[in-house]
Nanobody
């Protein structure tokens, strides 16, 4: 069993940067693929970024930086120049790492078995 706890959300102004953290516990961090998703009110859940168990990273292009801190078992997400449309709940999720799975598989929320409670991000204009 894997437990995920997000932190770092809050109220920010448009144009600000924000750093979110996801602490992973319960299993060896390096054996799991861990991702960030977000969901705005009334919209579908959206992929934001992932670091696979192998260390390969993928994310939305441009303003998103994702990094793994193995010493702290934490996956960090930084978003620059936030926009009001990015208001929503940001969740991290984990799946057991499997070799041979590419970006499309890792971007699909249906492939994740463990989810955190999420952290609210509100971007005011």
């Amino acid at each position: 069993q894997v437990q995920l706890v997000e932190s770092g959300g809050g109220l920010v102004q448009a144009g600000d940067s924000l750093r979110l953290s996801c602490e992973v516990s319960g299993r060896a961090f390096s054996t799991y693929t861990v991702a960030w998703f977000r969901q705005a009110p009334g919209k579908e859940r959206e992929f934001v970024g992932v670091i696979r168990w192998s260390g390969v990273a993928d994310s939305l292009k441009g303003r998103f930086t994702i990094a793994r801190d193995a010493a702290k078992n934490t996956l960090n997400l930084r978003i620059d120049s936030l926009e009001p449309e990015e208001t929503g709940v940001y969740c991290c999720a984990a799946q057991k790492g499997v070799a041979g799975k590419g970006n499309a598989y890792c971007r699909d929320a249906r492939n994740y078995d463990f989810w955190g409670q999420g952290t609210q991000v509100t971007v005011s204009s």
